[in-house]
């Protein structure tokens, strides 16, 4: 049962233009949401985070919306740079445990 | 470079062989997580330790056992391997702040690639 779902292997976008990445929850527990970045043989690097208390969260380039109505979130990148070419998880964390439950990933291409 | 490294950076053994990979901490943390992330598929969480206790447990296969040490290296060792254990071994570390995980952000190391053939 994959409690965190990124239904999307694969984005591409211009350089320039807006990047949304999805992520799907089924938990209704999950109080804690991040994404990380992950280039080829690197280990994934912490991007943004958001606390089911909030809907928006903004770091640069980079921002993270919540819908708990919804159980969906979604990263925001704007604008894209090639830079930004990497793989995209999400992740979840339920209210009082540690465990993360992480997305399958979607692999993100900013064309030039 | 998050301070996290792993060892070694690949290894390949046989089936029904043991191995044992290592993860450093960054400077100051407590927290030690592993994951294994298999071909196409997401981060699967196998264990927690914090300051050498364990702390939270997911889906590793009692095949799987980890320990952290006094100096706050953590081991992860891996019996009686099967061709499904080939996968790539995440260690992540983290301040493991008592009271105030909202913020307790994790940093991966570079990863353990294990094939078993």
């Known amino acids: 049962d994959q409690q965190v779902k990124q239904n999307s292997p694969s984005l591409s976008v211009q350089e320039g233009r807006i990047s949304i990445l999805n992520c799907d929850y089924t938990?209704?527990?999950?109080?804690?949401f991040l994404w990380y970045k992950k280039y080829p043989a690197e280990g994934p690097t912490f991007l943004i985070s958001?606390?089911?208390?909030?809907d928006k969260n903004e770091d640069g380039r980079f921002t993270v919306f919540l819908n708990k109505s919804a159980k969906h979130l979604s990263l925001h990148i704007v604008p894209s740079q090639p830079g930004d070419s990497a793989v995209y998880f999400c992740?979840?964390?339920?209210?009082?445990?540690?465990?993360?439950?992480f997305g399958t990933g979607t692999r993100l291409k900013v064309l030039a | 470079d998050s301070g996290v490294t792993q060892t070694p950076k690949h290894l390949i053994t046989a089936t029904g062989q043991r191995v044992t990979l290592r993860c450093s901490p960054r400077?100051?943390?407590?927290?030690v997580y592993w994951y294994q992330q298999s071909l196409d598929q997401g981060l699967q969480f196998l264990i927690q330790?914090?300051?050498?206790?364990?702390?939270a447990k997911g889906n590793i296969l009692e095949r799987f056992s980890a320990q952290q040490f006094p100096d706050l290296h953590s081991e992860l060792n891996l019996s009686s391997l099967e061709l499904g254990d080939s996968a790539l071994y995440f260690c992540?570390?983290?301040?493991?702040?008592?009271?105030?995980?909202?913020?307790?952000?994790?940093?991966f190391g570079p990863g353990t690639r294990l094939t078993v053939l």
């Open positions: 992540a570390s983290s301040e493991g702040l008592a009271g105030g995980p909202f913020t307790d952000t994790q940093y």
């Open positions: 938990n209704s527990m999950f109080d804690y």
């Open positions: 958001i606390s089911s208390i909030k």
């Open positions: 992740a979840a964390r339920a209210s009082g445990t540690y465990k993360y439950i």
């Open positions: 400077s100051g943390d407590l927290s």
């Open positions: 330790y914090y300051n050498g206790e364990e702390r």
